[in-house]
């Protein structure tokens, strides 16, 4: 009945995935059970690991540092003067005033924070960000910039919306701009792991854990290019919670990105400092597929579910921070296993 006409259409059944929980998992003196769902052998066995590493160091603090969704669509002018200039009109206060108005008028709870624009030619790109609430955002941010384009049409009468989509959002698609400037929720997660920890849950050291971050994840993702790819497998325990939470599993391309630094700490540099940073984790606790019954449940094992009445928003930014939490808590056995046990793993 939910699923009809919301989430799916000739509907024939649905696919059973397991479902397995990784946790303790210790974020911001709060313990969280983290609902994965998965086929993959090994995934949630070692984020379990994870856990039981920090949680003996005393667990991960993190940050929301940038909410907003963003949509990104391309229009055309007669020539690059004219586009030019409709980006540098967009760019006085009192005229990015004037489009916020039109944007926020279609949503309670979707604000226009930033709309900025790229040239190419006679082509020009609008990225419009706003936050959205608990929502993931993109329904509420298409609507919003659909009718801000008409309103710059009113005022500029020949500019030719050619995509409410023109791939400078961007969404669902490898690139820089997500990486660079952030999409959805940008989190930073932090912690320090003592070196005893080390030696006895991980069976290593830091020294060696730096030096394989270097290698691998900093050195090995550079020399292959990559965008927001310093990480071993974000995206391995980013799908898993998207699964199991009710998300749009397709965005789990910009929520991945993610770099992870190592550095020795402690007064004999042999306790482990480790940050994960994630500009783009594009997440929501109402709207989309969590509001079916198995993805709202999981939804509510970790405290989210839907709309936070207290402070619209809360809800998704902490679903954000558990995402990018639990594969920081999964990083240090990633780096560990690439060395060893990752064969053994699979
Ligand atoms: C919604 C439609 C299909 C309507 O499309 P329409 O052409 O207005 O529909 P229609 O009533 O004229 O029917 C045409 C045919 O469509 C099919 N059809 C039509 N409705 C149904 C239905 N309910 N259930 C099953 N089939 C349906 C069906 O085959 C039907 O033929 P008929 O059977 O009548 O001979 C169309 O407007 C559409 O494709 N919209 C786009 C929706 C969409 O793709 N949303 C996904 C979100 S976009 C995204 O995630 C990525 C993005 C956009 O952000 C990436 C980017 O940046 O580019
Ligand atoms: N259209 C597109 O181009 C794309 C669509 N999608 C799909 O879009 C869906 C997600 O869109 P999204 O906009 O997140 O969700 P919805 O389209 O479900 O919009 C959220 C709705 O919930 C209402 N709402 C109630 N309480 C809150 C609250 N606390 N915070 C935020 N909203 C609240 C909003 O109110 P109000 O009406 O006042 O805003 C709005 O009507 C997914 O199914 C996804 O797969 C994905 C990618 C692209």
């Known amino acids: 009945m939910q699923v009809s006409g919301a989430c799916c259409e000739n509907v024939l059944g649905y696919m059973p995935v397991p479902v397995g929980v990784a946790g303790p998992l210790r974020l911001d003196d709060q313990e969280f059970q983290v609902p994965m769902a998965t086929t993959e052998g090994c995934l949630v066995a070692s984020t379990n690991r994870g856990c039981r590493a ?7 603090k993190s940050v929301i540092l940038n909410d907003g969704m963003t949509r990104g669509p391309v229009v055309r002018l007669p020539s690059a003067m004219e586009a030019s200039n409709i980006k540098l009109w967009l760019e006085k206060a009192e005229n990015f005033q004037k489009i916020k108005e039109v944007f926020d008028s279609t949503s309670r709870f979707a604000r226009l924070e930033k709309l900025t624009g790229c040239v190419a030619g006679r082509h020009l790109f609008l990225r419009f960000q706003s936050v959205t609430g608990d929502a993931m955002g993109m329904n509420m941010v298409s609507k919003g910039t659909e009718k801000s384009l008409a309103e710059i049409q009113r005022i500029f009468h020949n500019v030719e919306i050619l995509s409410l989509s023109g791939n400078y959002c961007t969404d669902k698609k490898v690139a820089a701009i997500n990486w660079l400037q952030g999409r959805g929720k940008s989190v930073v997660a932090e912690a320090t792991i003592p070196a005893s920890v080390i030696q006895r849950v991980l069976k290593t050291s830091a020294e060696a854990l730096v030096d394989l971050n270097i ?12 965008i927001g790819g310093f990480n071993a497998h974000a995206a391995n325990i980013v799908t898993a919670i998207y699964i199991a939470t009710g998300q749009d599993v397709a965005q789990n391309i910009a929520s991945s990105n993610c770099i992870t630094l190592m550095e020795r700490s402690g007064a004999h540099g042999d306790d ?4 994960c940073t994630m500009p783009s984790i594009e997440v ?20 989210v579910k839907g ?5 619209p928003g809360s809800n998704a930014c902490q679903l954000a921070k558990i995402v990018c939490a639990t594969y920081f808590w999964r990083t240090v056995p990633d780096v560990s296993s690439s060395s060893g046990t990752l064969v053994r793993a699979t």
């Open 284 to 303: 929501g606790t109402v709207g989309g597929g969590t509001v079916l019954h198995p993805q709202a449940s999981c939804l509510q094992m970790l405290g």
């Open 215 to 226: 290698s691998k994840n900093l050195v090995g993702s550079a020399m292959a290019g990559s």
């Open 54 to 60: 920090l949680q003996a160091s005393g667990g991960v």
């Open 307 to 311: 709309a936070s009445s207290e402070t």
């Open 272 to 275: 482990l400092y480790i940050s």
